[in-house]
């Protein structure tokens, strides 16, 4: 048993290792009072040691070179905050190498890497805590590792993507186009200089892959979650969304049936009665389904140096608890298992149902000409919209589908874009129903 402090070293004094150094300084006596030892923040590092953060550190705790953290004996909890994968990993390593548990927030590292971080750390007998990682504030990592520990978790839908959240949202309220929305956000500061992870779908990939292997006991598979972003939607994609009740969000979504599970990151339409449709701005949300809890919606903020500050400072004292306890194993046994025998099912595979929007002419033989082609690979039609007569100019025709099959829908689809009477890409996206 440790009666001294825990001592811990923050690397990558950004956004959220700001957020993390003033949680730990502002909440040190609360912090010591309930733990019932210190928790000393013994160092930062980051190559950038002038920028002022709004924190007031002792002399000597911000320093350039994140060795000096690694190897010191003192520091038992390694916070790693710089995100991507070099040199993130090889501190992280270094560090697991050295003894020292890990905090971190970088669910690109765990969701590409998390296989060979996982095993050193078991190897080595340390935790390493990741709640950060996923939908900064709402604890949902420790919702799905430990609260439901005891259910067979159902679907999972997820809006974990505050960037593409707000963008959507943006567009909804105000029928602006998604590259002006973009723009005023970057100025904005809510979407990075290089947003790719966030509208590509990539980031919230990254975070259903961790929370998938959590979930359902399954090899941490980064790519084999089906990924797109939300950078072909149009006002008039939510405009017609709207006609139908439906919003459009980008979901993560996780679906168990029988031996395979789904995993896909795609723009949905979303009925307006789910409650997940009522996620707006940059807010994030999860909902869960426990065979014995019943279905659950976590929401919060899922950004931003004070909620990821919180969540990363949770993890410190999870562990500091675990140290304090002289138990080394108390998280690790909750971690990533991968023993389920689930797999992941092939895209093509998917069954849902469809809207699609293309640009055809007005004119006899046209509508009979695309619903041949769906019948024709067994899409069934659902309902549909055309607006205005323009003659032998295109006009906008929208189609519902009833649930088919991704591969069919391809095939369909690429047929009917060689069509002569369509002009342009038809634009498709896949819809969600139930009680999310
Ligand atoms: N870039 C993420 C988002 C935040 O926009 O939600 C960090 O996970």
């Keep these: 048993m440790k009666n001294s402090g825990i001592a811990v070293g923050i690397i990558g004094f950004g956004t959220v290792g700001a957020g993390t ?39 000597g705790v911000l320093i350039k070179d ?10 038992d909890i390694i916070v790693e905050l710089i995100g991507g994968i070099r040199p993130a990993k090889d501190f992280i390593l270094e560090a697991i190498q050295r003894g020292k548990h890990i905090v971190t927030a970088n669910k690109a590292l765990l969701a590409e890497h998390g296989q060979e971080i996982f095993g050193a750390a078991q190897k080595h007998g340390v935790e390493i805590g990741f ?49 002006a929305v973009l723009k005023e956000a970057q100025e904005l500061g809510y979407a990075e200089a290089d947003p790719t992870f966030d ?27 089906y990924t797109e972003g939300i950078t072909k939607i149009t006002p008039l994609d ?53 065979d014995a809890a019943g279905d659950g919606l976590y929401y919060g903020k899922g950004a931003g140096e004070m909620p990821t500050g919180s969540a990363v400072v949770s993890d410190i004292i999870d562990i500091a608890r675990n140290i304090k306890a002289g138990v080394s194993d108390r998280m690790r046994s909750f971690n990533i298992s991968g023993n389920s025998g689930l ?24 509508l009979s000409k695309i619903s041949g082609i769906l019948g024709k690979r067994n899409i069934s039609i659902e309902s549909m919209i ?4 323009k003659k032998e100019k295109a006009v906008s025709m929208v189609i519902m589908t009833h649930e088919a099959r991704e591969k069919d829908m391809m095939k369909a689809l690429k047929e009917i874009r060689a069509l002569k009477v369509i002009s342009g890409k038809p634009l498709y996206l896949r819809v969600e129903g139930g009680n999310a």
């Excluded at 912090?31 to 040691?49: F, P, R, Y």
């Design 21 to 59: 150094a003033k949680i730990l300084l502002k909440r040190q006596k609360e912090i010591q009072n309930k733990l019932g030892s210190s928790v000393e923040l013994k160092g930062i590092a980051d190559l950038d040691t002038r920028t002022d953060r709004g924190i007031k550190l002792r002399k």
């Design 66 to 75: 994140a060795k000096k953290l690694l190897r010191d004996p003192d520091i």
């Design 131 to 179: 709640e950060a990682s996923v939908a900064g504030s709402i604890p949902i990592i420790k919702v799905v590792r430990e609260s439901l520990i005891g259910n067979r978790i159902g679907n999972i839908y997820g809006i974990i993507n505050g960037t593409a959240n707000y963008i959507l949202t943006k567009m909804t309220d105000e029928g602006a186009e998604f590259t």
């Design 199 to 225: 509208i590509e779908g990539i980031d919230s990939a990254h975070k259903l892959t961790i929370l998938a292997s959590l979930a359902y006991g399954i090899p941490i598979s980064f790519r084999k979650v």
């Design 238 to 290: 939510i405009e017609f969304a709207s006609e139908f009740g439906f919003k459009i969000k980008l979901l993560a979504i996780a679906k168990p049936s029988g031996k395979e599970v789904e995993l896909r990151v795609h723009p949905t339409m979303v009925q307006e009665r789910m409650p997940i449709a009522g996620v707006n701005g940059v807010f994030n949300a999860i909902f869960v389904e426990g």
């Design 343 to 366: 797999t992941v099912k092939k895209m093509e595979d998917v069954k849902t149902c469809y809207y699609l929007r293309m640009s055809a002419l007005d004119k006899p033989g046209v």
């Design 386 to 389: 055309q607006k205005g007569r």
